[in-house]
């Protein structure tokens, strides 16, 4: 009687993905969206093309404004004007739901997350991705809208240098904006778990909200003073609010570069953990 021997059953051994794995992996799903590339073309229209449009407006009524006007005009208005930053806030946002929203509307989630149980790294590197890819966009944008307006503004005299005060302050809360509103975005989502919803709710909250808070009272002007969009605008401008607004309660530089820290803080965290704490 033989015996009949079998082979043994090689065991392939796992290894827990990487971290740079995740990251790679969140850098293809971001690109893989045409949303992705239709919300960067338009962020970049709007920061460059309005900005030109309003140094052109600037120079062609230069000659014919008064010096008192020209005076209280600041240079950083035209290369970052409030029209611009509109389309910033609903373009960068809208990124930041459909990074999630998506995930949750396809059913990929759950395979991530039957991929990669550690749900805190997957949620570290959404953040990283989203917030790396927005803040170079972000930063070329700025960069671009301030040299393009500053370019025409000289041809009148009315331009500004980037070594002067205010102006490497507002090029870089410009830039900053654009991936603050992308985590917003991405927190609403990862609560509401619908990228419309989120994208309206962030459109709400970013847009709409300051506008129905004044800073007559102490009380209002620090709820407005804790927005994102105010904060943006008390960086940008450089000598502080317009003369006709100096019996407010103004926000100060380093209240509203804490505003933005509190921002990007709290939306990380609200993505975190409800990343990790709810079934996809």
Avoid at 47 to 69: K, Y
Avoid at 143 to 164: H, K, R
Wanted: a positive charge; hydrophobic letters at 55%; proline letters at 6%.
């Amino acid at each position: 009687m033989t015996t009949v021997t079998r082979p043994a059953t090689q065991t392939v051994p796992t290894h827990p993905a990487r971290f740079r794995d995740l990251l790679a992996a969140e850098w293809i799903k971001l690109w893989s969206l045409r949303s992705t590339w239709a919300a960067f073309a338009l962020i970049l229209l709007a920061m460059v093309g309005l900005a030109v449009h309003a140094a052109l407006a600037t120079h062609a009524g230069w000659p014919d404004w008064s010096a008192e006007r020209r005076a209280l005009r600041s240079p950083l208005w035209d290369a970052f004007p409030t029209e611009a930053q509109m389309f910033v806030v609903l373009a960068a946002s809208g990124v930041g739901a459909v990074a999630i929203g998506g995930e949750y509307a396809s059913g990929l989630m759950r395979t991530t997350f039957a991929a990669v149980p550690r749900r805190y790294a997957v949620a570290t590197a959404k953040l990283t991705v989203l917030t790396g890819v927005l803040t170079l966009l972000g930063t070329l944008g700025a960069a671009a809208a301030f040299a393009v307006s500053q370019a025409i503004l000289a041809d009148v005299d009315a331009s500004m240098s980037i070594g002067d005060p205010g102006a490497l302050r507002g090029i870089a809360a410009s830039a900053l904006l654009v991936p603050l509103c992308a985590l917003v975005g991405m927190a609403l989502a990862a609560l509401i778990r619908h990228t419309a919803p989120a994208i309206v709710t962030a459109a709400t909250v970013l847009l709409l909200l300051p506008t129905a808070v004044n800073e007559d009272e102490r009380w209002s002007a620090l709820l407005r003073h804790a927005m994102l969009v105010p904060a943006w605008q008390r960086l940008r401008d450089p000598t502080g609010p317009p003369p006709w607004l100096t019996d407010l309660h103004a926000a100060s530089v380093s209240g509203a570069w804490t505003t933005y820290a509190a921002w990007a803080v709290v939306a990380a965290l609200v993505t975190t953990l409800a990343l990790h704490r709810r079934a996809p």
